[in-house]
């Protein structure tokens, strides 16, 4: 269970700061050609933005089912000077905050200068959040992981699943309100697609950056097998917190 709560969590993130990036994007391009009630009625609807923030939150919530003591994740935060995994954990609340306060901006109508400023700082955060989160991935003891392909995949994914959900709202503002399994398969189907392009992207690295030992004759021809040693290092915080820089 907890290596699947690692797998939610990490979709999670990426459908929430994706969106709210795509989203945030189709609102600056559009609104000054536009009627700009048209554009936030389908870019910054409140419902997208409750959308966003809880499934964030979730994603948090789910990551900390993955480590070894949920119940002591408030030592998560204490070495955030030199652990990529207090960072991660950090920079996903603080995100999580910068979204909420957006939301509660727009819903108020506060003077846009406010709202355009929470919103950047909700992006800037969700750039920090990926990055530790790629860097977590990135253990040396896990040379598949450990390449340029993991993060560029993490950002990669993240406009994908976000470019789905903008489809989503464009739809139902084109032609009205829409069965909501529809919106879930188009989501779901993004999030499917995720998850195949993540392991391609991991297949090339593991072909790319495969040690020297196996161009020898008496090497071993058996596949490195990194899972193991990933999972064991994200449950063995916060012994490990340090272990990164």
Known sequence: MRDYSLIGSTLLGQLAVGAFWVLLETDLILAPRFDTSHVEGITLAPLLMIFTTMSLSMGVGMALQHLESPQLVYL?????????????????????????????????????????????????????????????????????????????SFFLAAGFVGAAVLITMLVQSSYGPIPCFLGFVIILTAEVLDLYIFSEVREVSRLQFRPASFAGQGASRRPIRSDGNFHRARRGWPHSLGARS
């Not at 969700?126 to 040379?143: D, E, I, K």
């Open 76 to 152: 998560a935060i204490m070495n955030i000077r030199t652990s990529w995994l207090s960072r991660e954990i950090v920079t996903a609340n603080l995100c999580a905050k910068m979204a909420m306060a957006f939301t509660g901006a727009t819903w108020l109508k506060l003077p846009s200068i406010l709202r355009v400023g929470l919103a950047w700082l909700s992006v800037l955060a969700g750039v920090s959040f990926f990055y530790s989160m790629s860097r977590v991935y990135r253990l040396r003891t896990a040379p598949i992981w450990d390449t340029t392909f993991t993060p560029i």
